[in-house]
């Protein structure tokens, strides 16, 4: 082997730690990091409330309700009522009360896209496979002066996201999402940061949205996560309205509400914390 030669295998040889790890191993990492699959497993229910800061800096307050079989309940409540999304595994609905709706209606093309993502109990990043997910490496690049693995993750429905992982601890602190609506391309970007432990699994605090290319952010950062609480199944099934039910007279036009935004998977971007070792 010429001396040319040598100094290439070598240099590539060295390379390989950051560059040129492959999916799985970058996942294995990823899993390592932020508790392991018997922990996340143990968990079978996540509840997560906190507050939506909107643009304008409107606030509301948020609760989300996971649960085993891809089930998801999200409320947002302002001014005294509370708009519902929410979706069983099989269907999804959302009660808009801002004008004085009660009744529940179906999602929109956009909003059962996004709380199809949400109720992905474990994320995309976990048991790809068996979900008929695509992953691959696209490149390495920097997020915020960060050092950053890019995943690209395909979905069946042909959703498409960019899972920016730090180098360090291997989490995401970026996430850029493309979806194609009614014909229309949508593309957001989501800073995730200040990972905290719930049950032995390591969970972003805080999300920042905004769409691409715009300054406008939303925020949402949670107070609290808590995991295993009992959930009825109930709550995730659409509400059976009856004639005798009462409704509320309709708002002024003058004071009506924002629509509840729809949650992708959005405090300050903090950076991720490494558990500690046991």
């Known amino acids: 082997m010429s001396r040319t030669l040598m100094l290439i295998a070598i240099f590539a040889l060295f390379s390989l730690p950051v560059s040129a790890q492959t999916v799985d191993e970058i996942l294995a990492h990823y899993l390592k990091t932020i508790g392991g699959i018997d922990k996340i497993q143990a968990v079978q229910t996540l509840r997560r409330s906190g507050k939506y800061v909107g643009g304008g800096g409107f606030e509301a307050v948020i609760t989300q309700e996971n649960k085993r079989g891809n089930s998801v309940r999200e409320e947002f409540s ?84 960019i899972y920016y992982l730090d180098t360090d601890y291997y989490v995401p602190i970026k996430i850029d999402t493309k979806r194609m609506v009614r014909g229309a391309e949508r593309e957001y970007e989501t800073a995730l940061g200040d990972y905290k432990e719930v049950a032995g699994w390591y969970l972003p605090y805080s999300l920042e949205t905004n769409v691409k290319g715009s300054q406008d952010k939303s925020k949402i950062v949670y107070e609290k996560i808590e995991a295993n609480v009992p959930i009825d199944d109930k709550r995730f099934e659409t509400p059976v309205m009856t004639a005798t039910q009462e409704r509320p007279a309709d708002m002024d036009a003058s004071k009506k509400l924002p629509k509840k935004p729809a949650q992708e998977p959005p405090s300050e971007k903090k950076p991720p914390v490494k558990p500690e070792s046991n």
């Open 78 to 161: 302002l001014q005294g009522m509370t708009a519902i999304n929410a979706y069983n595994g099989k269907t999804a609905w959302k009660i808009e009360p801002w004008n004085g709706k009660k009744d529940p209606e179906a999602l929109g093309e956009e909003e059962m896209r996004s709380i199809l993502q949400d109720s992905d109990f474990d994320g995309p990043l976990i048991n790809y496979k068996q979900k008929g997910y695509k992953i691959e490496f696209v490149g390495m690049d920097k997020f915020e002066g960060t050092d950053t693995f890019k995943l690209k993750v395909t979905k069946p429905n042909g959703d498409v996201y």
